[in-house]
């Protein structure tokens, strides 16, 4: 039997190791699969083409065609620190102004996200975003970029964990900005209600929403962040189903494995 537990304690040690070991990054790929989850958190690729004036409303707006890195946050802002963001076209945005659509019984905020690539090289990669919310206030310039909201608001979410600029868990989106050119959705992001904090009115009115993102591989023209003003449009596509429920990560089934593991050789000392 002693033997028996020392293999069993080594076969967890290793595996264990394995797991540290193992790369931190993850992408989530909407180019080969149209709908991809982080957690409860859904990302769902989409070619609706009714993404226009009076079917949207856009609240950010990034664009630098020369440069394949673009970032910024929405706010109400003369002047913007991200050059990338283009002021006539960024906004303050409150929490009751964000569809609430429902998924199996689950309320979700629901986002929307227009790519702009060029028509032979569609591939953009959404390699950071982070969502905030703030008690009333529609103006924060953080002047160092993320970092600077992480100190002035309530982190909502994040594709990489933790959200502080670490490798500790990178997420990366692929995104095929296909057909090319404006007034074409690409993604819709999902992310429960219940992740958001409300300030004042339990409505969200006095709850300010700043998104925060980052991309790679941008070739030509914007990336703009809206919300939808109505899904009552037979273009439209139904949103996604939820994901069952996720299976333990295998760090945590090993954890609980040693800690069964354990009670088990107590007992049997007892």
Avoid: C
Wanted: net charge negative; hydrophobic share 40%; glycine share 10%.
């Amino acid at each position: 039997m002693r033997h028996t537990l020392t293999g069993l304690m080594m076969v967890l040690a290793f595996a264990l190791l394995a797991v540290g070991t193992a790369s931190a990054s993850f992408t989530l790929d909407l180019a080969t699969n149209r709908v991809q989850y982080d957690g409860a958190v859904i990302y769902q690729e989409t070619h609706f083409r009714s993404a226009g004036t009076g079917v949207i409303d856009p609240f950010l707006t990034i664009k630098d065609s020369n440069d394949p890195d673009v970032w910024g946050y929405n706010n109400d802002a003369a002047h913007h620190e991200s050059d990338d963001v283009k002021e006539a076209k960024t906004h303050s945005l409150t929490l009751v102004n964000v569809p609430l659509v429902t998924i199996g019984t689950t309320g979700y905020r629901e986002f929307l996200l227009d790519d702009n690539q060029q028509g032979g090289n569609s591939i953009i990669n959404l390699t950071q975003l982070e969502i905030y919310t703030v008690a009333g206030n529609p103006n924060i310039n953080a002047l160092d970029g993320a970092a600077g909201l992480r100190a002035l608001g309530a982190l909502t979410y994040s594709l990489d964990k933790p959200a502080d600029g670490s490798p500790a868990n990178d997420g990366t989106v692929v995104i095929d900005a296909t057909p090319p050119g404006g007034g074409k959705a690409d993604m819709f992001l999902y992310v429960p209600d219940d992740y958001f904090n409300v300030f004042g009115a339990a409505d969200g009115s006095g709850t300010n929403v700043y998104l925060f993102s980052e991309f790679g591989l941008n070739n030509d023209g914007f990336e703009e962040w809206a919300v939808l003003l109505n899904r009552v449009n037979p273009d439209l596509p139904p949103p996604p189903t939820a994901q069952a429920a996720p299976v333990a990560e295998p760090a945590s089934i090993l954890l609980l494995g040693a800690g069964l593991f354990g009670r088990s050789a107590r007992r049997k000392r007892s």
